[in-house]
């Protein structure tokens, strides 16, 4: 004997799916405000190298807490650039605004795919929501 799947297995595997959907929609969420913040980050740190050029009597470095401190500008013959791991490199100013920016861009496709997926996935929970609107309501109906 097989057993004929019924509304309350359709309203139970519906529920699933939508709680699935919303998991995966919020960790996509999470990822692309991090990226997001990161590329905030690599942004500020190229117009600090631009900045920097031409000749200037002192900078304000920030130490937080929104306290600052006056200083001599530095050099920017050179810059310690991060590559992961905890690995720093040390590169001529222009290679790693080379760095930065493409560093830039790839975060930026990256941040393109995740809402991409996002808004499939919204697509898909919406109409999953609906189908359980109009189950549910059937069986009330019923």
């Known amino acids: 004997m097989s057993k004929q799947p019924t509304e309350e297995d359709a309203v139970n595997a519906l529920v699933v799916e939508v709680r699935v959907l919303e998991s995966t929609y919020n960790e996509l969420s999470a990822r692309q405000n991090m990226l ?3 590329l905030v980050e690599n942004h500020a740190a190229l117009d600090a190298l631009n900045g920097l050029e031409g000749p200037q009597e002192e900078v304000l470095m920030q130490i937080g807490g929104g306290a600052m401190l006056r200083s001599k500008p530095p050099t ?8 992961g791991a905890n690995v720093v ?4 100013k222009s290679e790693a605004v080379a760095i930065l920016e493409n560093r ?5 496709k990256t941040i393109m795919s995740i809402a991409g997926q996002r808004n499939e996935i919204a697509q898909r929970l919406e109409s999953d929501r609906q189908a359980l609107n109009s189950v549910v309501s059937r069986q009330n109906a019923g």
């Open 36 to 38: 997001e913040r990161a």
């Open 76 to 83: 920017t013959d050179s810059v310690l650039v991060g590559i």
């Open 89 to 92: 490199i040390e590169k001529p």
């Open 104 to 108: 830039s861009r790839d975060v930026e």
